[in-house]
C-alpha cells in the first residue's frame, strides 16, 4: 500500500476554558526541581504544604486491617460511605457543635481540592460572578474562570486583617455574584477569621442568594491554644453555606486524598450528582482508615501541633533578622512574609533563591496581585534542616546587600 500526500499532520487545539492556562504552579516547579537535583544541586524545599509527618499508627494499621478484607477491593459507594459519613458528622459534632445529616448533607472528596474545583460548575454559569479573594488558593478562580465565570477580586490585606470587604462589593457585582469564595484559617496569609465575620459574610449569600463557600483545612493546625470555628456553626448557615474540610493537614493525609463537603443539603446532592458521572469514589480502606482518624484519639494532634509551632518561630525570627515583615499565623501551616526593602517581584527573588541557594520558597504573586511582593514559606520541613534552609537564606540575603 503507498501512502499519498493528503495525509495532513494532526493539528489539536485546546478548548477555549482551558487554552490560557499553563500547568498548576507546583507541578512546574517539581519538574524545575527534579532537574535541579539531576544536576547534583542540594534544594530544601519550604514550598508546597504537604504534611512531612505521617498520621499515627492506628491509622495507618486501619488501612492495613481494612485492606486485608476480600471484600473491600472492588468499587465502593460514590460519595462515600454511610460510615464515612457519619464518622464526619460526629466529628463536626464533637468539634463544633454542628449537626449535620450524613446522608443528605455530607460527601467524601477525593481531597478537597476536587470538591473545590466542582462547586464552580455545578453553580455557575458563562458571565455569572465568582467572588475570589486575591491572595487566594488558586483553585477558586481556576474553577470559576473554566466554568466561564467573571471573577471579581477581593483583596486581602494586612490593613484589614487579611478579610474581605463585602461592604466594597458594587451592588451590580453582589446581584450577579453566585459564589463568595472564603478559606480560614487561611492559605497562603496564616490568618483567622471569627463568628462574627462568618455571620456578616452569611448575611451577604442571604440577601444576593450566593452561595458562601468556605474552604476550612486548616482548623484543626492551631497553635497557642487557638480553636479555631467552622462556618457552620453560625445559626442559619445551612441555608447558604457548603463548608469543604479534609483529612490532609488534619491527619497529615494529604497523599491519601480524602476530604469532605458539608452543609447546605442542595449544593451537596449537586456536588454529588456531577461527581459520580466523573469518578468511582475511592479505595474503602482509604475511607475506612478515615474514619478510624476522626473517631479515635486526637491527641496526638496537640503534639503535632507543637512541632509545627516550634518550626514556625525558627522561620520567623530568621527572617525577620533579614528584613523581611511576618506577622506571626495562629494556624496553617504557612508564613506569609513581605519582601525586605528593595525587593518587589516575588517570582524572579524565588527563582534566584533556587537557582543560587538551593532554597525553594513560594512566590506570593502565584496566588493572585496582591500576593506580589510576598513569599510563602510552609512549616511542612523538620527543625534541624529548617534551620539549614533559614543559614542558607540568610547567607544569601547578605550576599545581595555589598
Ligand atoms: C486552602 C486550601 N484548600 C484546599 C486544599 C487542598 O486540600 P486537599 O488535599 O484536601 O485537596 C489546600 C491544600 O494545600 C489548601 O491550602
Known amino acids: ?89 460526629q466529628y463536626y ?50 474553577s470559576g474562570l473554566i466554568a466561564g465565570a467573571e471573577i471579581y477580586s477581593l483583596p486581602l490585606t494586612a490593613e484589614n486583617n487579611f478579610l474581605p470587604n463585602l461592604d466594597s462589593i458594587p451592588t451590580d457585582i453582589a446581584n450577579r455574584a453566585k459564589i463568595l469564595w472564603l478559606n480560614y484559617p487561611n492559605n497562603p496569609t496564616g490568618a483567622i477569621a471569627d463568628l462574627k465575620f462568618f455571620e456578616k459574610a452569611i448575611e451577604f449569600g442571604r440577601k444576593y442568594n450566593c452561595v458562601i463557600a468556605h474552604d476550612a483545612p486548616y482548623t484543626d493546625v492551631c497553635f497557642n491554644g487557638y480553636k479555631a470555628p467552622s462556618i457552620l456553626e453560625v445559626p442559619g448557615a445551612q441555608e447558604v453555606c457548603v463548608e469543604f474540610n479534609s483529612l490532609s493537614k488534619t491527619y497529615n493525609m494529604a497523599g491519601w486524598r480524602v476530604g469532605m463537603a458539608l452543609g447546605n443539603a442542595k449544593i451537596i446532592s449537586l456536588l454529588h450528582t456531577y461527581k459520580s458521572q466523573l469518578d468511582t469514589s475511592q479505595f474503602t480502606p482509604i475511607y475506612d482508615a478515615g474514619v478510624t482518624a476522626l473517631s479515635e484519639d ?20 530568621a527572617i525577620r533578622s533579614v528584613g523581611f515583615q511576618a506577622e506571626t499565623p495562629p494556624a496553617a501551616i504557612y508564613i506569609w512574609a513581605r519582601l525586605p526593602e528593595g525587593f518587589e517581584d516575588s517570582m524572579y527573588f524565588c527563582n534566584r533563591l533556587l537557582e543560587e541557594a538551593g532554597l525553594s520558597i513560594t512566590p506570593g504573586v502565584i496566588y493572585g496581585e496582591h500576593g506580589e511582593g510576598f513569599v510563602r514559606l510552609s512549616l511542612c520541613t ?13 547567607t544569601w540575603m547578605n550576599t545581595q546587600k555589598n
Open 1 to 89: 500500500m503507498t501512502m499519498t500526500n493528503n495525509h495532513l499532520t494532526p493539528s489539536f487545539q485546546p478548548a477555549d476554558r482551558i487554552a490560557s492556562f499553563k500547568p498548576y504552579y507546583f507541578a512546574s516547579l517539581n519538574r524545575k526541581i527534579d532537574s535541579l537535583r539531576a544536576q547534583g544541586k542540594d534544594i530544601i524545599r519550604i514550598d508546597i504544604g504537604s504534611p512531612d509527618l505521617p498520621p499515627a499508627d492506628f491509622i495507618v494499621e486501619a488501612l492495613i486491617e481494612s485492606s486485608k478484607l476480600k471484600s473491600h477491593h472492588g468499587y465502593g459507594p460514590n460519595g462515600g460511605p454511610f460510615a464515612f459519613k457519619q464518622a464526619v458528622a
Open 93 to 142: 459534632h464533637r468539634r463544633f457543635q454542628v449537626e449535620l445529616d450524613p446522608s443528605s448533607q455530607i460527601l467524601g472528596l477525593i481531597g478537597s481540592k476536587e470538591g473545590l474545583f466542582h462547586l464552580s460548575q455545578v453553580l455557575v454559569n458563562p458571565g455569572d460572578v465568582v467572588l475570589v479573594p486575591d491572595p487566594g488558593y488558586p483553585v477558586y478562580k481556576a
Open 382 to 394: 523538620a527543625a534541624e534542616k529548617l534551620q539549614i534552609a533559614m543559614e542558607r537564606l540568610i
Open 298 to 317: 486526637q491527641s496526638w494532634l496537640n503534639d503535632r501541633n507543637d512541632i509545627y509551632q516550634e518550626r514556625r518561630d525558627i522561620i520567623l525570627n
